[in-house]
């Protein structure tokens, strides 16, 4: 056991390696930076010794955390843990659930009354986000399609909101779900040509249909005004009732709660429906899934379209918190962005990519000196999920059906 | 006429770049059958540590000739290095995991090292050196090529000829070739599958660390988002001529870069890119096995 938990030289010499490694590898782009036009070089040799300190101390802890995996992994198929562990605990027993639940839901209601506008401002993004990786999580996470464009869905929601309301004065609430069906619309449209693609096919798709919404917003000026986008968008209305711009933030604060409650509601109704496990199936074996008579165009299109509802309807309420769109909000990076909660947070666990979400967008935001720093941190997240937590931070639960031996009866047990 | 020819000959210059890139593409794809979304990032780095290397020794006043070999040599030192590296962090450990893992992977590497040049260099556009002289006997011929295009394109087609010749006829070409058919195959008859994965990416990053150079140096500037563009155009160019294939890799990339150079010059030059889009996507809908890939049977 010893050899587990103690660093070996061998690892010191090997970690020495690896530094001196990195030291090389990024001795041009880290030490040396050059100004062509004046011709002077600035030598930063202080980053070298940075660079190669980081990448010892990393690749130390990475080899005590596999081999702490390994060991655990070897003691949980001997001995099977009856108790379930804390975090699952939390989710599924009632008495832990309902009081968490609780004091979660006070504290958010009365988030507006507690904190400034300021503050309330930057939970809707937040939250915005929460519905955003819930939505991509249907296609992600559950159907295992992995929709590298669905910003561009976001993007119709927001621009049918502006266009709509500058053009023809229609309101938020008769926008909302006009905006959302269109983007289901556009989510058909290009599902059902590409969704016959094998996985990376349709990635590398999804991410050319995404930039090119994006590049036709720009250039396309009589219709979307170009790159200086379209400003002076209503907020949301609440029977026409003249609100100030405070009361108008919390207002947006609490539709933001509700469509959060509502995505949760559905998400977790469906993930549980006959079309729920047929995508469950669909991600984990296409030609199984094939032989039990699942319709694999079908399942495919549905996740694929209600993922683009829900970006639709998040548009429309960015549009309108905003009050201003252009396509510069659109770009691969926010695509990325949402890619990146929901894998954090845990691939088809709604509780994970609610967590993902606001870690991954309130840390930023109260971390402003690291902010330079954010797009660095999410590659890395994403390379280091995958290769060393794969299920996310909180691992989706699944309902299974198991035969009690000693009761001779069917028990639903929730299980990993 | 004249014009039709310009277009005709610049778009061979854009399809050369995108050969060189899209060929890192499709042997990564043909061996692991991954689409190593950072590959764009290393033709970057490639450029950015040609412009650092060129603009170092020019200070220090090297002779011309001396710069062009070293800054040359550096980029595909480090680019391959890099590429290497990529694929041993976040590739390698997850050789058996599900499809997705990996590309998601790729996908970070490609956000962090755009984002790490970014912060350790600069955000703007850089100016970068001509390395690529321009010669005397080609001055009657100046309107219609210049000098820089006809080196890319004479650069491509060596690096073709020897690619070709490196894969049918020497060992290592032979051992990849076995691996991409049969991994565990290979494995059996004694061929050393990580190693050569490793080289297969080393000669990738090597080849778009070229084509990072000639581009650079025929366009004049750079900044660390080039490679996402370009990552992308050569892997439309890979996907269009048959992902695997590397014949296929040359034909994409002509179609591409005609199409391209044609569509700009005829059409609109705003919607460049979006032609590069639309190419993929039909090509994916109507022929994903693309123009001279084999359509693949799943076998359970």
């Known amino acids: 056991m010893s050899d587990t938990q103690v660093i070996l030289y061998r690892d010191v010499k090997k970690g020495l390696l690896v530094a001196l490694w990195f030291m090389f590898l990024t001795f041009p782009i ?15 040799w202080q980053n070298m010794f940075l660079v190669g300190g980081a990448s010892f101390f990393l690749y130390l802890f990475s080899q005590i955390f596999l081999r702490k995996r390994k060991t655990s992994s070897q003691g949980d198929q001997a001995a099977k843990p009856s108790r379930l562990p804390f975090q699952q605990a939390l989710i599924t027993e009632s008495k832990f659930f309902i009081p968490a639940l609780c004091l979660f839901g ?33 296609v992600v996470g559950v159907a295992g399609l992995l929709d590298l464009g669905y910003v561009a869905f976001y993007a119709v929601g927001a621009y049918s909101y502006a266009l709509l309301n500058t053009h023809f004065g229609l309101g938020f609430w008769t926008v909302l779900p006009i905006g959302a069906l269109l983007a289901m619309l556009f989510g058909i449209l290009l599902g059902f040509p590409v969704l016959r693609l094998r996985g990376d096919y349709l990635a590398i798709v999804t991410l050319g249909f995404g930039e090119i919404i994006r590049l036709i917003l720009e250039n396309w000026n009589e219709f979307s005004q170009g790159p200086s986008g379209i400003s002076n968008i209503a907020r949301p209305g609440f029977f026409g009732i003249d609100m100030s711009l405070d009361a108008a933030i919390s207002y947006t604060y609490y539709l933001m709660i509700c469509l ?67 396509p510069a909000s659109f770009t691969f990076l926010e695509s990325a962005i949402i890619l990146c909660i929901v894998v954090l947070g845990g691939m088809g666990s709604i509780v994970g990519v609610i967590l993902g979400a606001l870690i991954l967008i309130l840390l930023p935001e109260y971390l402003r000196a690291f902010s330079d720093y954010r797009m660095l941190v999410f590659g890395a997240v994403l390379v280091t999920m995958m290769v060393f937590r794969p299920q996310g931070i909180i691992s989706n639960i699944r309902r299974t059906y198991a035969i009690d031996e000693d009761l001779g009866q069917n028990t639903v047990r929730q299980k990993e | 006429m004249d014009y039709f020819i310009e277009l005709f000959l610049s778009g061979l210059t854009r399809s050369s ?9 499709t ?17 970057m780095i490639g450029a950015f540590t040609a412009l650092i290397v060129s603009t170092v020794l020019a200070i ?21 290095a890099y590429g290497y590296t990529v694929e041993k962090i976040a590739y390698k450990p997850l050789r058996n995991a599900p499809r ?26 850089l100016p970068f050196p001509a390395l690529i002289p321009e010669f005397q006997f080609m001055e009657p011929y100046a309107h219609i090529i210049g000098s820089s295009d006809l080196v890319i ?33 290979a494995m059996l008859v004694g061929i050393n599958v990580d190693k050569i994965i490793g080289i297969t990416f080393i000669i990738g990053s090597a080849l778009a660390a070229i084509g990072g150079v000639l581009i650079a140096s025929h366009i004049g500037q750079i900044n660390f988002y080039i490679g996402f563009i370009a990552g992308i155009k050569a892997f439309t160019a890979a996907v269009l001529g048959g992902i695997g294939s590397i014949p296929g890799a040359f034909l994409g990339s002509l179609i591409l870069g005609l199409t391209e150079s044609f569509a700009t010059g005829y059409v609109s030059s705003d919607y460049e890119d979006v032609f590069a889009f639309s190419l993929l996507v039909l090509i994916l809908i109507f022929r994903p096995a693309g123009l001279l890939g084999k359509s693949s049977i799943e076998k359970v």
């Open chain 1, 30 to 44: 880290m030490v040396i930076k050059v100004n062509p036009i004046d011709k002077i070089i600035i030598w930063r």
């Open chain 1, 106 to 138: 006070l504290f958010w209601l009365s988030f507006p009354w507690l904190f400034s506008t300021y503050q309330t401002n930057i939970m809707i993004t937040a939250l915005m986000y929460v519905v955003l990786g819930l939505g991509l999580n249907i």
């Open chain 1, 260 to 326: 959060v409650l509502a995505t949760i509601f559905i998400v977790n109704r469906l993930q549980n429906s006959r079309i729920g496990r047929a995508w469950f199936a669909l991600r984990e074996d296409e030609i199984a899934c094939q032989a039990m008579g699942i319709d694999k165009t079908k399942t495919k299109l549905t996740a694929f379209a209600l993922g683009a509802t829900w970006a639709g309807m998040v548009g429309v309420i960015f549009a309108a918190k905003t009050t201003f769109v252009n």
């Open chain 2, 17 to 25: 770049i995108y050969a060189l890139i899209a060929l890192g593409y």
């Open chain 2, 27 to 43: 042997m990564v794809y043909g061996i692991i059958g991954l689409i190593n979304f950072a590959h764009g990032e290393i033709y």
């Open chain 2, 60 to 80: 220090y006043g090297f002779p011309f000739f001396a710069i062009v070999a070293l800054t040359v040599l550096a980029a595909i030192i480090w680019s391959s």
């Open chain 2, 100 to 125: 997705l893992s990996p590309l998601i992977s790729a996908i970070g590497m490609s956000i962090f090292l755009q984002n790490y040049v970014l912060l350790a260099q600069t955000s703007d556009f």
């Open chain 2, 153 to 185: 394109l004479l650069t491509t087609i060596t690096v073709m000829v020897l690619l070709t010749l490196l894969i049918k006829y020497t060992k290592t070409g032979q051992a990849m070739r076995a691996t991409s058919q049969d991994k565990k195959m």
